[in-house]
């Protein structure tokens, strides 16, 4: 280990730091030691931060679930940590929440449902993927069709094709369904172009249709051929490669509270405000 100085913050995740012999490197999340001086470990002209210099997947095998998602009673609040910048300590090393649920966890935090809530931690607060322009929803009438009927499918597509290259789809399907035990259960998916995960959030509503009793968040990584087959379909769950779960959360979350962690979520949100809307 090295002891740098942190000079400046290039951009959220990553700092210019200094040695003592004045030569500069690349400090991955050095800027949560601006202006000062931190240990870490140098690697070429960048340097990661003693309380990072771990590997993340050791940290989720040991500590979180068998989605890999670590249970938040395990995670402590560091003096960092800050509203849409959340940073974590787990034994002692530091995590983060992954980039794209940092604005979920806001609103989690502000509805009380943090002590209910499981979450995917990453060691980088880099954005890795730029945000599609937002759609919009509202599942009050497929609920009260799902509860007389049984089922209730809706497809919902963006008619703008001008946003997209040729061949770029973006298309939104929810299918809400009746169980045995009358207890109402939805799954949606929503694709966006020809490449990239399915967007997928399941959840499980209360009997009362106030609050969900479960959500979980995931991407869904298959064919095209399988995205166009449940698109077109509505019937049949895609054959998956891999599916990685982002977050979940169990006990009351009031309905209002699940659509707004949806919007959010989904990259398409005129889709599901679209839905929404129609109650």
């Not at 870490?40 to 590997?55: F, M, P, Q, R």
């Not at 966006?192 to 979980?216: A, M, R, S, W």
Request: glycine share 6%.
């Amino acid at each position: 280990m090295e002891r740098v100085q942190v000079i400046k913050t290039i951009l959220p995740g990553l700092a210019l730091g200094q040695d003592r012999q004045g030569t500069n490197f690349f400090i991955i999340n050095g800027d949560l030691y601006l202006d000062k001086s931190c240990d870490v470990a140098i690697n070429g002209k960048s340097a990661i931060l003693k309380e990072l210099n771990y590997d993340v997947s050791t940290l989720i095998e040991e500590y979180g679930d068998k989605d890999g998602l670590i249970v938040t009673s395990k995670l402590k609040e560091t003096i960092f940590s800050k509203p849409l910048d959340r940073v974590y300590e787990i034994d002692n090393k530091f995590c983060f929440p992954s980039y794209p649920i940092k604005e979920l966890l806001e609103i989690i935090i502000s509805n009380n449902l943090w002590p209910s809530t499981r979450i995917a931690i990453s060691k980088t607060r880099f954005k890795t993927a730029a945000r599609a322009k937002v759609f919009g929803i509202d599942f009050r009438k497929a609920i009260l069709k799902a509860a007389t009927d049984g089922i209730s499918v809706t497809r919902l597509y963006s008619s703008d094709f001008k946003e997209w290259d040729l061949g770029v789809f973006s298309d939104f399907l929810i299918k809400i369904t009746k169980t045995k035990e009358d207890i109402l259960e939805f799954n949606s998916w929503q694709a966006v172009g020809n490449e990239g995960p399915l967007f997928f959030v399941h959840g499980i509503f209360d009997k009362t249709l106030v609050n969900f009793n479960h959500i979980d968040f995931s991407y869904h990584h298959t064919s095209l051929i399988e995205i166009q087959k449940l698109l077109s379909s509505g019937k049949d769950r895609p054959v998956l490669t891999c599916k990685e779960k982002i977050l979940r959360l169990d006990g009351e979350i009031r309905i209002e509270t699940g659509f707004e962690l949806m919007r959010i979520f989904f990259p398409i949100d005129s889709l599901v405000d679209e839905y929404y809307s129609c109650a």
